[in-house]
């Protein structure tokens, strides 16, 4: 049976499509994950599958001292990766980015273990940069990002089959929404968005009086004495049902939910985030307004929030884009790939 050891973390963004692909292969293959502790381990380790732990240092992008340390716990951590390969011996490693992921590529790169990674977003982020030529393919998510790399390869984003297959009526049911009013989804992204949660709940008797609305709001962010036709979840494991009972979206411009969005045909407005950020939610928000799939609002303008979400409901042309858009999920072309590598390479 062939292993195929996934890496990648440091948010919800580079774990949930790792996911999707080891869901896919579990009963025929030896899967395993290499990630640091935190989200990744927890989402994984919830999963039922094996996770091995290597602590790998974070670049802040900002002059700190912490940064000084980066050289040391990076030698660390890339020593704990290959002694873990060399005992575990993957045919193939995985990476969908992120810092974690970077031990784990150096290792395999050093015991010659094919590698392939994936990157989310429209500019590849720092570790793809880093690690693109130790590995036999850069693919990505957009077609755009592939022509950057040597060996690149476009094939879209992998995405978990049940966000595709939610039923309607019964995720209606599921949360209590009676069908008289268009359903508004929100999504904060993993860990929750302050901006967003604020600016939806500023205007809550305003949206509530056109939508009713489920709001993923992130891990300790539900507010008490919620009114009706307003329900919070911190998270969401059956994203298949909040896809399916919503009418539209208001997102953050993450890689994974744009896509899903796109995927599932939901008219959306996207509120990229800019500060703490290299500006990748930025760039994925345009390219998407670009060509006519979202809206976008920036985040100083949330107080415009219920006219931007009215102009997103009555734009008929977003809906053709969509109904129209070609992109399928990437899951069939990248699960190929791991298909073309023999188990004898390792």
């Not at 297959?165 to 929100?186: C, H, I, Q």
């Not at 990748?280 to 670009?290: I, K």
């Not at 069939?332 to 590598?341: E, N, Q």
């Amino acid at each position: 049976m062939k292993h195929i050891l996934f890496t990648g973390g440091g948010s919800a963004g580079h774990v949930v499509p790792n996911l999707a692909l080891m869901n896919e292969i579990r009963y025929s293959h030896r899967v395993s994950y290499m990630g640091t502790g935190g989200m990744e381990e927890a989402l994984v380790t919830q999963a039922g599958y094996p996770f091995f732990r290597v602590d790998t240092p974070k670049l802040v992008r900002a002059f700190t001292p912490k940064n000084l340390l980066i050289p040391h716990r990076l030698r660390l951590a890339k020593r704990m990766a290959k002694e873990i390969l060399q005992r575990e011996r993957p045919d193939l490693v995985f990476s969908k980015g992120g810092y974690a992921s970077y031990p784990a590529v150096w290792a395999a790169h050093k015991l010659r273990i094919p590698v392939f990674t994936h990157e989310s977003d429209l500019s590849p982020g720092l570790c793809t940069r880093l690690i693109a030529k130790k590995c036999r393919m850069v693919l990505t998510c957009f077609a755009e990002t592939a022509s950057l790399f040597a060996n690149g390869k476009y094939v879209g984003a992998p995405v978990r089959r049940e966000v595709l297959n939610g039923d309607r009526e019964r995720a209606r049911r599921k949360y209590g929404f009676a069908g008289n009013k268009p359903v508004l989804l929100v999504l904060g992204g993993g860990s929750g968005s302050r901006a967003l949660n604020e600016g939806v709940r500023a205007a809550l008797p305003q949206l509530l009086a056109r939508y009713d609305i489920l709001h993923l709001c992130g891990a300790g962010n539900v507010c008490s004495d919620a009114p009706a036709g307003y329900v919070q979840r911190e998270f969401e494991r059956d994203m298949g049902s909040a896809y399916a009972c919503c009418d539209l979206a208001l997102s953050r411009a993450g890689s994974n939910a744009a896509f899903e969005l796109l995927l599932t045909r939901t008219p959306a407005l996207l509120v990229p985030l800019a500060r703490a950020s290299r500006g990748d939610q930025v760039e994925n928000a345009h390219y998407f307004l670009m060509h006519g799939w979202a809206h976008v609002l920036a985040e100083r303008e949330l107080a415009a929030l219920p006219a931007a979400l009215k102009e997103l409901e009555e734009d008929e042309e977003v809906k053709r884009a969509l109904a129209a858009c070609p992109v399928t999920p990437a899951n069939a072309r990248i699960l190929a790939l791991f298909s073309a590598i023999p188990a004898a390479e390792a």
